[in-house]
């Protein structure tokens, strides 16, 4: 049921076994699964029933580096969270990336394949995609690869009417996590309470409630780039000694880089392309593991006939048969000329971060800051995978790619006219076995804090190129079997 937490007295308390911090796809399939299982859940979500300008007001922060979107535009603040905004394009990790970047140690997840592989079913269901992504072999070091399409689910939609009707799911909401009490004891330490500001009115005009959770666990999923800004701020609040190694909350955060690369003329009845969607390439795991390169996709998205007609002309300047096959493919509509768009692993970076800033928002949490650049070593797997998407395609007789200059030029900057990012947010919060090399453990526990979880991309070590939704459920789903085992 919705709890109408504006009418809470100042200090009143809330009970509840767990509480989440958060109704995006991670909160709100952990808060759904958990209750469906019997557990009193308290779902504590920051933005009201509709998009609010004065909600998203408080997602407002600076960002130092690289080109990149307003904080306050690439994520949602409201019930349901950016599911409200998002493409609806699904794919899991490959195997290879939870193995982690050939080279780079801390990219490995403490987690293989096999511990995300039985939750693809169920977050396919809620997602309501297929949930098959069948791969082809397109040449000895390519592979035609696969992405499922959601509808979009908009999770504040779907989830909506059984948070009304529900008795064992209180959802509370315009009302933000701003502060946790841990308890001092001797152990490890817990968190008591979780200190709540729900805001009467749009922007509180009309005042704010000052109340408190109290909870066996905790879970924060607060999106990619709050989790490590909550995390920070009650750190801070509590004189960083909540969290042990507090340097490394906000560092590693990633996005998947994303931009043209060149254009080419494909056979498409040999590609087998263009049945409704675009079309993705991928290099092999082998491949890769081989020539120490992060994962890439391609996407061939198709142009004008006068595109294709252009590159084929080209084409005909420097291989005359070539050339000559191509326009006469034309004729028969077998040649399309189409746009190629490679989406990036980065290399996780320390220095890629999320820190408080400055300012302070209306409730007096820090803006956030997030640092945030192309490391120069990407130029490298950009050109390295293009160069390797050409060659495949000409020795299988797929196509011809042209690589714009920037890709095979390396003294010419990389192009600056757009953000070159795809709103995904990932790391800050990265996952280890090990205390000294990530936030939470395995389990999506906080390492050192014994009821404290957290759910979302930020807890991603290495992010592979598959945007990361589908993933996030994975884990929302793998953590609901850790809080509450299904009967
Ligand atoms: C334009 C766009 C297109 C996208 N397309 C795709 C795509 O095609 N495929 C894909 O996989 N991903 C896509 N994404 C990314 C996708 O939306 C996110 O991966 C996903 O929403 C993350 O889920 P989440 O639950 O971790 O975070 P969110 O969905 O961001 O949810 C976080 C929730 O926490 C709440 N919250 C924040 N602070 C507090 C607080 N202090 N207290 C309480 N609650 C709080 C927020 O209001 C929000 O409801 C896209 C994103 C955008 C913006």
Redesign the pocket.
């Known amino acids: 049921m919705f709890v109408a937490a504006e009418t809470f007295a100042d200090g009143h308390v809330e009970r509840a076994r767990t509480c989440v ?7 709100l399939t952990l808060a759904y699964t958990l209750a469906e299982r019997g557990e009193d859940v308290l779902l ?4 009201g029933a509709e998009w609010e300008f004065e ?1 998203q007001e408080l997602y407002q922060g600076r960002v130092e580096g690289d080109r990149y979107f307003l904080l306050e535009d ?10 409200g ?6 794919r899991p990790l490959d195997a290879h990336d939870l193995a982690g970047i050939p080279g780079h140690p801390g990219t490995r997840w403490p987690i293989g394949v096999e511990a995300l592989q039985p939750y693809l079913a169920a977050a396919a269901e809620i997602l309501e995609i297929p949930g098959e992504f069948p791969e082809r072999e397109a040449g000895p070091d390519l592979v035609r690869t696969m992405y499922n399409y959601s509808p ?1 689910v908009r999770f504040g939609d779907k989830y909506r009417d059984y948070c009304e009707s529900s008795d064992r799911l209180r959802v509370c909401l315009n ?4 502060g946790m009490e841990p308890d001092a004891g001797a152990g490890e330490t817990r968190i008591r309470a979780a200190e709540i500001v729900t805001e009467r009115g749009p922007g509180g005009a009309e005042g704010r409630v000052r109340w408190r959770v109290e909870a066996e666990r905790f879970v924060v ?4 780039i ?1 989790n490590s800004r ?1 995390l920070l701020w009650i750190n801070e609040q509590n004189g960083r000694a909540l969290l042990p190694d507090h340097d490394l909350i906000g560092r590693y955060w990633m996005e998947h880089p994303n931009d043209s690369v060149g254009e080419t003329v494909l056979l498409a009845d040999q590609a087998g392309l263009f049945v409704e969607r675009p079309t993705h390439f991928t290099l092999s795991g082998s491949y890769q593991q081989d020539n120490a390169l992060p994962n890439v996709v391609f996407e061939i998205n198709e142009e004008s006939y006068t595109k294709a007609k252009r590159l084929a002309a080209d084409i005909l300047c420097i291989a005359p048969p070539l050339g000559q096959r191509l326009l006469d493919g034309i004729d028969k509509k077998l040649v399309c000329a189409a746009r190629v768009r490679c989406q990036w692993e980065q290399v996780p970076d320390p220095d890629n971060r999320v820190v408080l800033g400055d300012t302070p928002d209306r409730l007096g949490i820090p803006q956030v800051a997030l640092h945030w650049r192309n490391n120069p070593s990407e130029r490298r797997t950009i050109a390295a995978s293009t160069l390797a998407l050409a060659r495949a395609f000409a020795e299988q007789d797929i196509g011809r790619v042209k690589p714009f200059d920037w890709i095979v030029d390396d003294s010419l900057p990389f192009p600056d006219d757009e953000v070159i990012a ?4 990932m790391g800050g919060t990265r996952m280890s076995a090990d205390p000294a090399a990530g936030v939470v453990d395995p389990d999506l526990k906080v390492h050192g804090v014994a009821n404290l979880y957290v ?3 930020s807890v991603f070590p290495s992010s592979g190129y598959a ?4 993933t ?1 459920v994975q884990l929302a789903l793998r953590l609901a079997d850790h809080l509450r085992p299904a009967a």
């Not at 690439?74 to 599911?83: A, Q």
């Not at 795809?422 to 947010?425: F, G």
């Not at 945007?467 to 589908?470: E, I, M, Y």
């Open positions: 911090f958060g109704s995006g796809p991670a909160g504590v979500e920051a933005g909600s690439c994520r949602l603040r409201v019930f349901g969270g950016t599911s905004h998002w493409g609806g394009y699904c979009p009302s933000a996590l701003v999923c607060l999106g990619g709050e909550l795809s709103y995904h947010h759910g979302g991309s945007n990361p939704t589908l996030i």
